[in-house]
């Protein structure tokens, strides 16, 4: 009989057996953004700034308008070395908002 493992010891093979560690890191990290927000950069984020996706080192950050990018870019590094804090790696290298305007699509009438 084999020896015993412990669960946390399977994840990482298993991700990359699958090859599910990018999604998996890119889910992390997203999480990990989304707490982080309203210590960050103040408790009136948290419902706004949201993380959008994360490709090649970058995390793209979905914003309201200008004035929550700004805010967002201010604080970009110290927010990027606490990420890579959390992860135990240095995943994280860069931070880019996307300004999209929250409720147009509903306001707009196609009839």
Not at 11 to 39: D, M, W
Not at 58 to 67: G, K
Not at 75 to 86: A, C, F, G, P, Y
């Amino acid at each position: 009989m084999s020896e015993f493992q412990p669960f946390q010891n399977w994840v990482p093979k298993t991700l990359q057996k699958y090859k599910l560690a990018r999604q998996a890191r890119a889910s992390l990290i997203c999480e990990r953004f989304r707490k982080l927000v309203p210590e960050m950069i103040g408790e009136d984020c948290a419902g706004v700034v949201r993380p959008k996706s994360f490709k090649g080192g970058t995390l793209y950050v979905s914003v309201p308008s200008s004035s929550y990018a700004q805010r967002v870019y201010v604080h970009r590094h110290d927010i990027i070395m606490k990420l890579n804090l959390e992860v135990d790696n240095d995943f994280v290298h860069d931070i880019r908002t996307v300004v999209e305007a929250v409720g147009f699509a509903n306001d707009y009438d196609s009839s």
